[in-house]
Nanobody, 123 residues
């Protein structure tokens, strides 16, 4: 079983930055593919970023590419999402997700989910 807890959300002005964290309670974190998704009011949940179990470069949605960086610290069982140059359209609940499967961008490709953290970007 994998339990995920996100933190770091909040209210920020457009152009600002936030770093989200997701702490995993699991016996072996270093084998999990980790991802971030978001859901804006009235919209479907959408992919934001993902990273392999081994770390390295992340993979990003076009809407955030160049502004967002996903990273992980396997020693701390934590994955991060650094978000810069935030826009009002980034306002959403951000969810951390995990899977033992290969890296992928699909919501149904992840088996474990956190409760989400709210990010609000004011104009």
């Amino acid at each position: 079983q994998v339990q995920l807890v996100e933190s770091g959300g909040g209210l920020v002005q457009a152009g600002g930055s936030l770093r989200l964290s997701c702490a995993a309670s699991v016996r072996i974190f270093g084998v999990l593919t980790m991802g971030w998704f978001r859901q804006a009011p009235g919209k479907e949940r959408e992919f934001v970023a993902t990273i392999r179990w081994s770390g390295g470069n992340g993979y990003y949605a076009d809407s955030v590419k160049g502004r967002v960086t996903i990273s992980r610290d396997n020693a701390k069982n934590t994955v991060y999402l650094q978000m810069n140059s935030l826009k009002p359209e980034d306002t959403a609940v951000y969810f951390c997700a995990a899977t033992y499967r290969n890296i992928n961008y699909r919501e149904d490709g992840y088996d474990y989910w956190g409760q989400g953290t709210q990010v609000t970007v004011s104009s």
